[in-house]
């Protein structure tokens, strides 16, 4: 099992703080999470919990797309979609969301990384033509956002010579102009999440936009009743949320400036001066023992950081945002007393 970030129970074994003291900026989610206004529905709890209308109503309209299927987050999707496919050739991000490349391999299918920082996903595809192309859009960890423009060429490519593009937007509900989810082509597969931008991973909810026949297969692969019914109530009405979802796209895009300020400035004291940000998260290169270091030492402050790693002794620092200003100090306090 690949390890994760948000699992306070090892992080307050490891440091010795309960789990309820934690700040957590290790996920990536949105910090200031969509509420429940109202009480579940008793049917939703009573039933079994085949596709609701309303649900998928509500998906279509967020998503731009009636060929949509809910599925159990789009992990779900990731853990499935490589044992639908036969033994292929998969372009996938060298640097991204581990998942995926971890099951394309555990299925037998010949992996080509690429760096998301330096390569052309165009010449990739002219030059290489891999069955199956993976984006991860805008890239976890690294930040990278593909522009709509250079993603639809990039699929008019791969259906010129019969591939699949598989899109993973789970982090771009704040750039939509950027997104393929309302578009339809046999060659497409987008994966869409509620957890990221909702604040609401629990609910284990996404969805798959793709043509029919992909549809047909997935829903089979997975069986019956794979979102619950409080689930899927729950996702139906923070899709049709539009003034939160409105005011929450200005909110995200403020927290993410102003703590991008803030840690650059504190970080650049020992080397690092650059980094990458989504509206969910900002992400500073550096050299791998100063990433540890400074994890560890915001560790014993109580505050859950990811390490990722780039190889030849560099990795990633993620921080998911900040609520408020009163954890934004305290993530400050804690990069100014660190001495490297």
């Known amino acids: 099992m690949l390890i994760h970030g948000g699992n306070l ?41 085949y596709p609701d209308s309303e649900l998928i109503e509500a998906a279509a309209s967020y998503y731009d797309n009636t060929n949509i299927l809910p599925v159990a987050g789009s992990q779900a999707a990731i853990q499935v979609l490589p044992k639908l496919i036969n ?15 971890y099951h394309w391999q555990q299925n037998g ?12 996903l165009l010449s990739i595809a002219r030059d290489q033509q891999p069955s199956v192309m993976l984006v991860i859009n805008p890239n976890n960890p690294t930040g990278h956002l593909y522009n709509r423009k250079e993603l639809l060429k990039l699929l008019s490519i791969i259906e010129g010579y019969g591939g699949l593009l598989i899109i993973d937007e789970a982090f771009i509900d ?3 102009a950027h997104s393929l989810s309302s578009d339809s082509s046999g060659s497409l597969i987008v994966l869409r999440s509620i957890g990221k931008f909702f604040g609401l991973p629990g609910i284990r909810t ?3 936009i793709a043509g029919e026949q992909w549809l ?19 996702a139906s009405q923070c899709l049709r949320d539009q003034t939160w979802q409105q005011r929450t796209i200005k909110t995200l895009k403020q927290l993410a400036a102003e703590q991008a300020i803030v840690l650059s400035e504190e970080l650049q004291r020992f080397g690092v ?57 305290c993530v400050q306090q804690a990069a100014s007393s660190f001495i490297l």
């Open 87 to 101: 033994t292929q050739t998969v372009a996938v991000p060298a640097i991204g969301y581990e998942e995926h490349r």
């Open 9 to 49: 129970t090892v992080a307050a074994m490891n440091y010795g703080i309960p789990a309820d003291q934690w700040l957590d900026l290790s996920t990536g989610l949105n910090p200031i999470p969509w509420t429940l206004r109202h009480p579940i529905p008793p049917a939703y709890i009573e039933r079994l919990p």
């Open 216 to 234: 047909h297969k997935i829903d089979s692969a997975l069986g019956p009743w794979t979102v619950s019914g409080p689930s899927q109530w729950i």
């Open 109 to 120: 299918h010949q992996l080509l990384p690429y760096d998301p920082y330096i390569d052309d």
């Open 273 to 329: 001066d650059n980094h990458q940000r989504t509206d969910f998260f900002i992400s500073f290169p550096m050299e791998s023992r100063v990433a540890e270091k400074l994890k560890t030492h915001f560790g014993k402050q109580g505050i859950l950081l990811r390490k990722i790693e780039l190889g030849t002794q560099r990795s990633l620092l993620r921080f998911g945002l900040c609520a408020d200003d009163k954890a934004l100090a």
């Open 206 to 208: 996404g969805f798959v």
């Open 174 to 176: 704040t750039n939509t």
